[in-house]
């Protein structure tokens, strides 16, 4: 298996991806689950960038061939990894068959493969982990308390339960779930960091 550099890339076609000998790629949806997987990681003492390991976000599951390609036994064949929501298991799941990694049937066969899935998906993991109390701690200590009340007031989120509310309100916002994985990562005590994240940092 080879090392190979990954470049930078333009950001209006895709993700931008940091310069690095890499020697392992962990895919990942989007940004904010790549600020959770470096802010485990740097809490664990780990230098992800100086292992040659690579947190790429892929701008949704339906590009997961399109980097399996570029990244598995039929491009730069490096090391592979990779985190994904339940709802885009199934996506992972195909994409990772057609690059021609085996058959995936079963999620311990994803796992085999270093690729974990967070139920419903890695914001919720995190909230369910810390519990609604904490998280909306967080929220007031960083200024969004009165945004996170006004939501709540929504007719449609009224009266639902308080971890729902939280998972909306860090979905809503442009980048607030970006912004707000690595904070709620920070806050985790060892033994609360989710499975799906804390698997994938042993796996990589």
Same mark, same amino acid.
């Given at each position: 298996? !080879?090392? +190979?550099?990954?470049?930078? +890339?333009?950001?209006?076609? =895709?993700? !931008?991806? *940091?310069?690095? #000998?890499? =020697? ?29 390991? +690579?947190?790429? *976000?892929?701008?949704?599951?339906? !590009? ?8 598995? *036994? ?14 885009? #298991?199934?996506?992972?799941? $195909? ?15 994803? #796992? ?42 929504? *007719? ?8 729902? =509310?939280?998972? $909306? ?16 990562? #920070? ?5 609360? +960091?989710?499975?799906?994240? !804390? ?6």
């Amino acid at each position: 298996m !080879a090392t +190979v550099k990954i470049r930078n +890339v333009n950001a209006a076609s =895709q993700p !931008a991806v *940091p310069r690095a #000998e890499a =020697q392992a790629v962990v895919l990942v949806e989007g940004l904010s689950d790549r600020n959770a997987v470096e802010a485990l990681a740097e809490r664990r003492g780990r230098d992800l960038a100086g292992e040659g390991v +690579v947190v790429v *976000p892929i701008g949704g599951a339906q !590009a997961i061939g399109r980097y399996l390609s570029r990244y598995g *036994p039929g491009g730069l064949d490096v090391r592979l990894a990779g985190l994904c929501d339940a709802g885009e #298991e199934r996506e992972f799941r $195909r994409g990772l068959e057609r690059a021609g990694l085996g058959s995936v049937a079963s999620r311990d066969e994803l #796992e085999a493969l270093g690729f974990y899935v967070c139920d419903a998906d890695l914001e919720d993991e995190l909230i369910r982990a810390l519990g609604a109390d904490a998280v909306e701690r967080i929220v007031e200590a960083n200024g969004d308390l009165r945004a996170l009340r006004t939501l709540e007031k929504q *007719p449609e989120w009224r009266g639902r339960p308080a971890i729902e =509310q939280l998972r $909306r309100f860090m979905g809503s916002g442009g980048s607030r779930k970006i912004r707000y994985a690595r904070l709620l990562v #920070e806050a985790l005590d060892p033994e609360q +960091v989710p499975r799906p994240l !804390a698997r994938l940092l042993d796996y990589i």
